[in-house]
T-cell receptor, first 116, second 112 residues
Framework: DTEVTQTPKHLVMGMTNKKSLKCEQH?????MYWYKQKAKKPPELMFVYSYEKLSINESVPSRFSPECPNSSLLNLHLHALQPEDSALYLC???????????????FGPGTRLTVT | KQEVTQIPAALSVPEGENLVLNCSFT??????LQWFRQDPGKGLTSLLL?????REQTSGRLNASLDKSSGRSTLYIAASQPGDSATYLC???????????FGPGTRLSVLP
């Protein structure tokens, strides 16, 4: 199973709402990533978890709050977002470099987020 | 800081042509390089992964090469088909840390 799943596929939320994005993988990967992608741009790294610990936070505003409850799950909690936060949010996983040599990244299908 | 560029930004070719996409990176301290394909509004699909110690990898009609010392990788697509139309992104996994740096992508259109 080389699949990364993300829910929901689409999300529309107001600026005062609280919502969460969910990501799951069962490949035994110990590194998981959140990216934000705007139209016709490459993915921008937001957060990296390594062995369930936050290892990279690319200066993301506090209205985005990541959580890694276990080695298979990654959540992104959203609160008080702005319209400019509308984007495709991608989750990915890979082996941690300490696990094996072949560190290949696998992506989920993404959540299309619209903030109104 | 690692920077990744891709040339050309967009490419339109007739079906059946062989084509080359280019990826350049500024810091040769990479662990590996990965090529992805992305269809509009979708996630990224991994095409090929080249370890830093390797020179090339092949999968079907795709061949990717890596010259780490000069900071370059190429993706060769043989006998292009309309179904190859997509954005192609390269990403380097840094030799330190646990993050990937992406290039801006090449938008490919293969015309029937």
């Amino acid at each position: 199973d080389t699949e990364v799943t993300q829910t929901p596929k689409h999300l529309v939320m107001g600026m005062t709402n609280k919502k969460s994005l969910k990501c799951e993988q069962h490949m035994g990967h110990r590194a998981m990533y959140w990216y934000k992608q705007k139209a016709k741009k490459p993915p921008e790294l937001m957060f990296v978890y390594s062995y369930e610990k936050l290892s990279i936070n690319e200066s993301v505003p506090s209205r985005f709050s990541p959580e890694c409850p276990n080695s298979s799950l990654l959540n992104l909690h959203l609160h008080a977002l702005q319209p400019e936060d509308s984007a495709l949010y991608l989750c990915a996983s890979s082996p941690d470099r300490g696990q094996e040599v072949r560190v290949e990244q696998y992506f989920g299908p993404g959540t299309r987020l619209t903030v109104t | 800081k690692q920077e990744v560029t891709q040339i050309p930004a967009a490419l339109s070719v007739p079906e059946g042509e062989n084509l080359v996409l280019n990826c350049s990176f500024t810091d040769s301290a990479i662990y590996n390089l990965q090529w992805f394909r992305q269809d509009p509004g979708k996630g990224l699909t991994s095409l090929l992964l080249i370890q830093s110690s390797q020179r090339e990898q092949t999968s079907g009609r795709l061949n990717a090469s890596l010259d780490k010392s000069s900071g370059r990788s190429t993706l060769y697509i043989a006998a292009s088909q309309p179904g190859d139309s997509a954005t192609y992104l390269c990403a380097v996994f840094l030799a330190y840390g646990q993050n990937f740096v992406f290039g801006p992508g090449t938008r490919l259109s293969v015309l029937p």
